[in-house]
């Protein structure tokens, strides 16, 4: 526990309304370890997702038995599989499934490297990374999409990366302005209809603005973890994107050598 600490140089925090949260947190979960499916744990402990003891986003929690959570400690379970098995428990009641998020590299100079990694290269095309979200809507009516969620976290800058790319046409070009590391709420002006049994595409463009008022990408590493609030009370949570990086605990390598 205290090696994690280290490592991270964040310190560990009391989670502010522990009780209320680990009742929502074990909801989730459906009381039972998500890892192993015991039913018989006697305190649950609530892991922080990415590492950092003082981050007390419920997104960022997750209800696990002693047991396992001593095995994601050493590794044993991947922080990958943490994050879908989070994942698959948000979206445990939710009908509408989440397909892809891709680059549009037509649309501007950033490419994938690895599913939902995308880096920016130099050529012509807008600067401004385009991502393309697929859903559908397996519910029997329609359902409208409100509001966009976005929490971004930057991660320790450093270099790496290279290269590559959709049917459907997009309905609707979101712009997402990165205002804040944390959470960025954008409540939709258009917003966008599934009907029953259909899949649906749209853009999101992720920029940042300059001084001057001037749009500009995302400069270093980001994580972007994207909730699409529906009518109805749907939340959908997609696994996380990352822009200029393929993952939170790849090493940093050096891609050009000066001079
Ligand atoms: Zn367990």
Same mark, same amino acid.
């Given at each position: 526990?205290?090696?994690?600490?280290?490592?991270?140089?964040?310190?560990?925090?009391?989670?502010?309304?522990?009780?209320? =949260?680990?009742? /929502?947190?074990?909801?989730?979960?459906?009381?039972?370890?998500?890892?192993? &499916?015991?039913?018989?744990? $006697?305190?649950?402990?609530?892991?922080? *997702?990415?590492? #950092?003891?003082?981050?007390?986003? @419920?997104?960022?929690? =997750?209800?696990? %038995?002693?047991? %396992?959570?001593?095995?994601?400690?050493? @590794? #044993?379970?991947?922080?990958?599989?943490?994050?879908? !098995?989070?994942?698959? &428990? =948000?979206? +445990?009641?939710?009908?509408?499934?989440?397909?892809?998020?891709?680059?549009?590299? /037509?649309?501007?100079?950033?490419?994938?490297?690895?599913?939902?990694?995308?880096?920016? +290269? #130099?050529?012509?095309?807008?600067?401004?990374?385009?991502?393309?979200?697929?859903?559908?809507?397996?519910?029997?009516?329609?359902?409208? =999409?409100?509001?966009?969620?976005?929490?971004? @976290?930057?991660?320790?800058?450093?270099?790496?990366?290279?290269?590559?790319?959709?049917?459907?046409?997009?309905?609707?070009?979101?712009?997402?302005?990165?205002?804040?590391?944390? /959470?960025?709420?954008?409540?939709?002006?258009?917003?966008?209809?599934?009907?029953?049994?259909?899949?649906?595409?749209?853009?999101?463009?992720?920029?940042?603005?300059? !001084?001057? #008022?001037?749009?500009?990408?995302?400069?270093? +590493?980001?994580?972007?973890?994207?909730?699409?609030?529906?009518?109805? $009370?749907?939340?959908?949570?997609?696994?996380?994107?990352?822009?200029?990086?393929?993952?939170?605990?790849?090493?940093?390598?050096?891609?050009?050598? *000066?001079?």
């Amino acid at each position: 526990m205290s090696k994690r600490i280290a490592a991270n140089k964040k310190k560990r925090t009391s989670i502010p309304q522990r009780t209320k =949260l680990m009742a /929502e947190l074990l909801q989730e979960v459906n009381s039972r370890c998500p890892f192993c &499916s015991s039913l018989d744990v $006697g305190v649950f402990h609530l892991h922080h *997702i990415d590492e #950092d003891p003082s981050h007390h986003n @419920k997104n960022n929690l =997750l209800a696990v %038995c002693p047991t %396992c959570h001593a095995k994601i400690d050493k @590794k #044993d379970i991947t922080m990958e599989m943490v994050r879908a !098995v989070k994942i698959n &428990s =948000l979206n +445990r009641h939710v009908k509408i499934e989440f397909v892809s998020a891709v680059i549009a590299e /037509e649309q501007c100079r950033w490419y994938q490297e690895k599913e939902r990694c995308f880096y920016k +290269r #130099d050529n012509d095309k807008p600067e401004i990374p385009v991502i393309s979200f697929t859903l559908i809507n397996h519910f029997p009516n329609t359902v409208v =999409l409100k509001t966009i969620r976005m929490y971004v @976290k930057h991660l320790p800058s450093g270099l790496s990366g290279i290269l590559e790319a959709a049917v459907l046409n997009s309905v609707f070009k979101y712009r997402l302005y990165m205002k804040k590391l944390g /959470e960025n709420i954008y409540p939709l002006q258009q917003p966008l209809q599934i009907p029953a049994g259909v899949a649906a595409k749209f853009d999101a463009e992720v920029y940042s603005k300059m !001084v001057g #008022d001037i749009d500009i990408a995302p400069i270093g +590493r980001y994580v972007l973890y994207f909730t699409f609030d529906f009518s109805g $009370g749907i939340s959908l949570t997609t696994p996380p994107v990352f822009l200029n990086c393929c993952g939170e605990n790849e090493p940093m390598t050096i891609w050009k050598n *000066i001079g």
